[in-house]
Each structure stands twice: as C-alpha cells, then as structure tokens.
C-alpha cells in the first residue's frame, strides 16, 4: 500500500500569510493526487485534483504542485474561511490513502 | 445540485451488523463510480470501498475486507455498505462519495457506534 506522509501536523499563521503544507508518498503516483480542506463538523471539500487542477469554484489563492512523490498545497494570503484541517490522498490505484491531515490555526 | 445523503448509521454491538444506504440526486448516479470513506472521532480519514459504476470493480481496504460488502442499486439511485462482524475500531463517520479517483462530493456522512 502506498503511505502518505503529510507536514506539518499543525501550524498556526496570521491573516494574510502564504502556508504550505507538504505531502510525501511512499512511491511514485506521478499526479493523482488530491487536496481536501474539512472544518469541525462538516464533509472534507475538494480543493485541487490531479495535483495542481484547482476544483471549481474554489478561491485561487488555493494551488497545488508536485509530481512523483513530493506535493505542495499553498494558500495565499491566508483568509478567515481557510482556517481548518487540510488532507492530501492519493489515488494512483483504486485503494485511497489519505494523509494524516493538518490543522491550520489562527496565530 | 448534486446531493448524497447517508442513512442507517446508529449503535450496534460488537460482533453486530448495519447495512448504511446513500440517496443520490441530481446527477446521472448510475454513471459515476461511488466510494465509502470514514473518518473516526479526532481522527482523519480513511478510505473504505470503491464500486464502479456498473458494479463491476469493486475494492475494499485491508480493515474490513470479508465483514463489509458495497452494493448499488442504479434504479433507485442508492449506494449500499453491508457491515457484518462490527468491531469497536468501526466507529466512525461514514461518508458516501461521488468519485472513484478523487471525492468530487461527500455526503453529510451517518455515525455508526460499536459499542457493548
């Protein structure tokens, strides 16, 4: 199976500060990758596909890049609404695996 | 608008079973490839089954792999997860999923408790 390690587990930024949030698989899955945002309460929403496609109507200061095995999911300048916890998952082959997530926190 | 809408989630002992259905609407369910994925209490989140659109490929993760079964009736619009043999580490939230390389759109998910 293949392991998705994602970092930080948590990080705390101000309004208007860019963040990354990396994840690692434990083997090539060239771009089938996909980034999710999820608030307390509430069903994870698709932010970016294939790696770096943003999904529709999500804000552009969303974006995703990385191929292989090393992705990036940056927001710019970070907003009220974008406080949450982010997963990546892959999906190279058709048994998901999700990162551990991480928690955006106001600073 | 596409809608999922999960049911049958509930407090069921250990060694118990619950059959979670998922309603769709507004899309043409019985072309899109459908998944089940959970997320425990605190916890993230972890992918379950996957049921292609005509029922022809389907796939489980190693954790419930001979007590979970993922149907589908694209008559009536619905998604299926037979749980059988239900252990206290199958508390979860259950989301029923449009996608099977990506979860385009979720559900609100049904809670389902293992507990004695």
């Known amino acids: 199976d293949i392991q998705m390690t994602q970092s930080p587990s948590s990080l705390s930024a101000s309004l208007g500060d860019s963040v990354t949030i990396t994840c690692r698989a434990s083997q090539p899955i060239n771009t089938w990758l996909a980034w999710y945002q999820q608030k307390p309460g509430k069903a994870p929403k698709l932010l970016i596909y294939k790696a770096s496609s943003l999904e529709s109507g999500v804000p552009s200061r969303f974006s995703g890049s990385g191929s292989g095995t090393d992705f990036n999911l940056t927001i710019s300048s970070l907003q009220p609404d974008d406080f949450a916890s982010y997963y990546c998952q892959q999906y190279n082959s058709y048994s998901w695996t999700f990162g551990q997530g991480t928690k955006v926190e106001i600073k | 608008e596409v809608q999922l809408v999960e049911s049958g989630g509930g407090l069921v002992q250990p060694g118990g079973s619950l059959r979670l259905s998922c309603a769709a609407s507004?899309?043409?369910?019985?072309?899109?490839?459908m998944t089940w994925v959970r997320q425990a209490p605190g916890k993230g989140l972890e992918w379950i089954s996957y049921?292609?659109?005509?029922?022809?490929?389907?796939y489980y993760a190693e954790s419930v792999r001979g007590r979970f079964t993922v149907s589908r009736d694209n008559a009536k619009n619905s998604l299926y997860l037979q749980m059988n043999s239900l252990r206290a580490e199958d508390t979860a939230l259950y989301y029923c999923?449009?996608?099977?390389?990506?979860?385009?759109?979720w559900g609100q998910g049904t809670l389902v408790t293992v507990s004695s």
């Open positions: 999923v449009r996608g099977g390389w990506y979860a385009q759109y």
């Open positions: 507004g899309f043409t369910f019985s072309t899109y490839e």
């Open positions: 049921i292609s659109s005509g029922s022809a490929s389907i």
